[in-house]
């Protein structure tokens, strides 16, 4: 079975350029989250999706991210324009229900901005 | 509001060391708590669990004990090996909610 899967693996933009992100959560998962950890600190909550409808995007830093999940499947994550201290690991997750078994993680997306 | 402390790494050890990497933890409620691992290059990966106090977590190897009293989670491995040089992830997650709060990660490098 394919676990979480995420693209790009890195990514290396310049300041005011824009990047979209891409998740792939695992087949029959409702729930996706993203995570970032920037600068080696800790890892933190953006935002939940269950199915195509975010349910709680509290951790969202501002409006120059956009998440988004066609149909309840994929889910992107565009960050537009960039800043430099949007460079960090973007996590995803995904789960089949709220708690209990443990979310699986992606490999995550190293974000550079330059 | 929750949090969760871990201790400082990087962390080296030669083969066959003890490992212990501390995690304490603030809650409001009855947090699960877990243990994620993160291997060069790959995602992070669920290593342990416990979901309620004195339950203990095990798995390849590593153990690690659910202490409401002390709110710790601390991990600990007998015997590492070269192949467990990663990044440790102490987190919890509330009951009721789905997000998880994790500390700031753990290096550890194992020597041969």
């Known amino acids: 079975e394919a676990g979480v899967t995420q693209f790009p693996s890195h990514s290396v933009i310049e300041k005011g350029q824009t990047v979209t992100l891409r998740c792939d959560p695992i087949s029959g998962h409702d729930n996706l989250y993203w995570y970032r950890r920037v600068m080696g600190k800790e890892i933190k909550f953006l935002l939940h999706f269950v199915k195509e409808s975010k349910q709680d995007e509290s951790g969202m830093p501002n409006n120059r991210f956009l998440a988004e999940r066609t149909g309840g499947t994929y889910s992107t994550l565009k960050v537009q324009p960039a800043e430099l201290e949007d460079s960090g690991v973007y996590f995803c997750a995904s789960s089949q229900d709220l708690q209990g078994f443990g979310a699986f993680f992606g490999q995550g997306t190293r974000l550079t901005v330059v | 509001g929750n949090s969760v402390t871990q201790m400082e790494g990087p962390v080296t050890l030669s083969e066959e060391a003890f490992l212990t990497i501390n995690c304490t933890y603030t809650a409001t409620g009855y947090p699960s708590l877990f243990w994620y691992v993160q291997y060069p290059g790959e995602g992070l990966q669920l290593l342990l669990k416990?979901?309620?106090?004195?339950d203990k977590g095990s798995n390849k190897g590593f153990e690690a004990t659910y202490r409401k009293e002390t709110t710790s989670f601390h991990l600990e491995k007998g015997s590492v090996q070269v192949s467990d040089s990663a990044v440790y992830f102490c987190?919890?997650?509330?009951?009721?909610?789905?997000?998880?709060?994790f500390g700031t990660g753990t290096r550890l490098k194992v020597l041969a």
């Open positions: 987190a919890s997650c509330t009951s009721g909610t789905y997000k998880y709060i």
């Open positions: 416990a979901t309620k106090a004195d």
